[in-house]
């Protein structure tokens, strides 16, 4: 079963950091351009970040220069590193890859 694990969110005052986890099975991880999306209360799912398997990557404006997304090939891992984090990063945060999903994890950020 082709399964996305998300981990890392969790409850961080302004301007704190914090590293969310996405681990999936080789098969996809290997072939596909990984992203981190976010959806807030009453929002639609908006992109985050992206990283190709070239290694290249995409931000969105708001997060560019806060936030970094890598990958581990040898994990099988690709990782959001925020920093200065805002209240208005408060969001359910999705890895991609692919076709596939992860189930989200909270991130707030309390003022």
């Known amino acids: 079963q082709m399964q996305l694990v998300e981990s890392g969110g969790g409850l961080v005052q302004a301007g704190g950091s914090l590293r969310l986890s996405c681990a999936a099975p080789?098969?996809?991880?290997?072939?596909?351009?990984m992203g981190w999306y976010r959806q807030a209360p009453g929002n639609e799912r908006e992109s985050v970040a992206t990283i190709g398997i070239s290694g290249r990557t995409n931000y969105a404006d708001s997060v560019k220069g806060r936030f970094t997304i890598s990958r581990d090939n040898a994990k099988n891992t690709v990782y959001l590193q925020m920093n200065s984090l805002k209240p208005e990063d408060t969001a359910v945060y999705y890895c991609n890859m692919g076709a596939y999903w992860g189930k989200g994890t909270l991130v707030t950020v309390s003022r």
């Open positions: 080789r098969s996809i991880f290997s072939m596909n351009a």
